[in-house]
């Protein structure tokens, strides 16, 4: 069976919305805000270069596939590997290597197979949707030292109780703390 990886930058209150661009008041808060510090984002190119499939929601899709193609050095293997949009209206998606899953019984099927970890970016919505599902094997995150208030959040709203185990935690100068967490069944 293959593991199931949420990978998200996060507030310090919860916000995920926008952290590169978008529609938030704060997009952009994960570069605006925060000094660069190489080694913090480490676990981004670990994430890509162990992962075997990318899982994306639809509002994700059409943000990352117009841009990711283009950047070559940063998102090699991440382009070349195989992409699945959870998506009920998307059809023909142009980003190489994508495929459409119209529920998450098919992500189930997916996760039953054997492979690399799929790794899933962006998108509250399924993200959450994956939790309430028991399908969500790992979450890494980058906490940003920023409280953005209002936005998508990636817990809350009568998520189910679930207990997680500390993997990996890290503090960087910029403040940053990476936290990896295996979700216990």
Same mark, same amino acid.
């Given at each position: 069976?293959?593991?199931?990886?949420?990978?998200?930058?996060?507030?310090?209150?919860?916000?995920?919305?926008?952290?590169?661009?978008?529609?938030? @008041?704060?997009? +952009?808060?994960?570069?605006?805000?925060? /000094?660069?510090?190489?080694?913090?984002?480490? &676990?981004?190119?670990?994430?890509?270069?162990?992962?075997?499939?990318?899982?994306?929601?639809?509002?994700? !899709?059409?943000?990352?596939? $117009?841009?990711?193609?283009?950047?070559?050095?940063?998102?090699?293997?991440?382009?070349?590997?195989?992409?699945?949009?959870?998506?009920?209206?998307?059809?023909? /998606?142009?980003?190489?290597?994508?495929?459409?899953?119209?529920?998450?019984?098919?992500?189930?099927?997916?996760?039953?197979?054997?492979?690399? @970890?799929?790794?899933?970016?962006?998108?509250?919505? &399924?993200? *959450?949707?994956?939790?309430?599902?028991?399908?969500?094997?790992?979450?890494?995150?980058?906490?940003? $030292?920023?409280? &953005?208030?209002?936005?998508?959040?990636?817990?809350?709203? +009568?998520? $189910? !109780?679930?207990?997680?185990?500390?993997?990996?935690?890290?503090? =960087?100068?910029?403040?940053?703390? *990476?936290?990896? =967490?295996?979700?216990?069944?």
């Amino acid at each position: 069976m293959r593991t199931l990886i949420v990978t998200e930058f996060i507030s310090l209150d919860g916000v995920i919305d926008s952290p590169g661009g978008g529609s938030h @008041p704060r997009a +952009g808060w994960t570069f605006k805000d925060v /000094p660069f510090v190489e080694e913090a984002y480490a &676990l981004k190119g670990s994430e890509q270069l162990e992962a075997g499939a990318m899982l994306i929601g639809r509002v994700s !899709y059409d943000e990352f596939a $117009p841009v990711w193609p283009t950047m070559v050095d940063d998102f090699a293997e991440y382009n070349a590997m195989p992409k699945y949009v959870v998506s009920s209206t998307l059809s023909d /998606p142009e980003w190489n290597n994508t495929h459409v899953l119209r529920s998450l019984d098919e992500v189930a099927k997916l996760k039953e197979g054997d492979g690399a @970890p799929i790794i899933v970016h962006g998108s509250a919505t &399924l993200a *959450k949707g994956l939790a309430a599902a028991g399908l969500v094997d790992r979450y890494h995150l980058l906490v940003f $030292p920023v409280l &953005l208030g209002d936005g998508k959040r990636l817990f809350g709203d +009568g998520d $189910p !109780y679930t207990h997680l185990d500390l993997v990996e935690c890290e503090a =960087y100068s910029n403040g940053i703390i *990476k936290q990896v =967490y295996d979700v216990t069944r």
